[in-house]
T-cell receptor, first 113, second 115 residues
């Protein structure tokens, strides 16, 4: 079975602090894909990043970085120097080949000015 | 089109009525998904279409829910005899299947309120 766990339900940080959103996944497949999506208050889900199971390279995009570790089945997301505009619900997701996306329950991030 | 388009944006219906929700995927995207999101909750999988394959209907919560897709274009999600617990945002997403690992792009959703 596939499962994605986002243990952090809500996080509040003060602007300019760094914050890490945790994601732990379960799958028996050797080929799978991991994703992060952002859902701002407007409601539309915005794609942030995709990672293939055979590519464990970490990635940095501006203030965002992602740490993929197969040994711990984790795909964590760090926002550096957080801003108010980062306030949103963030979803981690897993997909097997030819299948649906399995989403975590989301982490609600509030950045306080 | 430029993105996934869903209509209507909002729908208020009386309990017991049928509703149809529409999704126009991104042109060329062979995979299409429907998810439901209740207020303050995560995404609940409903159904998945992939090209000409039989759809994965494993997430449909009851036989009141059904969905169709015309070829690789428009999809409609139908809810019959709506109940108050059907109130939610219904999200559609599409994905290009070349390469296997592509991401899905979501529409803005249809907010359904059953009164």
């Amino acid at each position: 079975a596939q499962k994605v766990t986002q243990a952090q339900t809500e996080i509040s940080v003060v602007e300019k602090e760094d914050v890490t959103l945790d994601c732990v996944y379960e799958t028996r497949d050797t080929t799978y894909y991991l994703f992060w999506y952002k859902q701002p208050p407007s409601g539309e889900l915005v794609f942030l990043i995709r990672r293939n199971s055979f590519d464990e390279q970490n990635e940095i995009s501006g203030r965002y970085s992602w740490n993929f570790q197969k040994s711990t089945s984790s795909f964590n997301f760090t926002i550096t120097a957080s801003q108010v505009v980062d306030s949103a619900v963030y979803f981690c997701a897993l997909r097997r080949d030819g299948n649906q996306f399995y989403f975590g329950t989301g982490t609600s991030l509030t950045v306080i000015p | 089109g430029a993105g996934v388009s869903q209509s209507p944006s909002n729908k208020v219906t009386e309990k017991g009525k049928d509703v149809e929700l529409r999704c126009d995927p991104i042109s060329g995207h062979t995979a299409l998904y429907w998810y439901r999101q209740r207020l303050g909750q995560g995404l609940e999988f409903l159904i998945y279409f992939q090209g000409n394959s039989a759809p994965d209907k494993s997430g449909l919560p009851s036989d009141r829910f059904s969905a169709e897709r015309t070829g690789e274009s428009v999809s409609t999600l139908t809810i019959q005899r709506t109940q108050q617990e059907d109130s939610a945002v219904y999200l559609c997403a599409s994905r290009h299947t070349g390469g296997g690992g592509t991401e899905a792009f979501f529409g803005q959703g249809t907010r359904l309120t059953v009164v």
